[in-house]
């Protein structure tokens, strides 16, 4: 293997694009992707706010949990809409070293 290690995460998301291809009846993966962009949309807000409430509550296992959920639905979503972690790295990097306060102003 040459190059940097991949991480968790572009391990996830290189799966989740291997499965887009896959039997819905065989991959939850595929069948998330073959309800669309709307309903994948829908579980990452869902996991989301799922995420949201255990921080509220302050239940550590439980944020991992719902964080881990809430990544993975993430990249399903970007997946249904052909969007890869690397895009979403580029803009990271791209915005790497402005201050946050900066950065939003200049999207206005």
């Known amino acids: 293997m040459s ?3 991949q991480t968790g995460m572009q391990r996830l998301a290189e799966t989740i694009a291997a ?36 921080a509220v509550k302050g239940d550590r296992e439980r944020l991992i949990s719902e964080a881990a959920d809430t990544l993975y639905h993430l990249l399903v979503m970007l997946a249904a809409r052909d969007v890869t972690l690397s895009d979403v790295e580029n803009e990271l990097d791209r915005r790497e070293g402005r201050s946050g306060i900066e950065e939003k102003a200049s999207r206005k």
Do not use: N, Y
């Open 3 to 5: 190059g940097p290690a």
């Open 19 to 54: 499965r887009k291809g896959a039997d819905p009846e065989t991959s939850w993966t595929a069948k998330l992707l073959a309800k669309g962009p709307e309903k994948c949309a829908e579980k990452f807000g869902e996991e989301a706010v799922e995420a949201i409430i255990e």
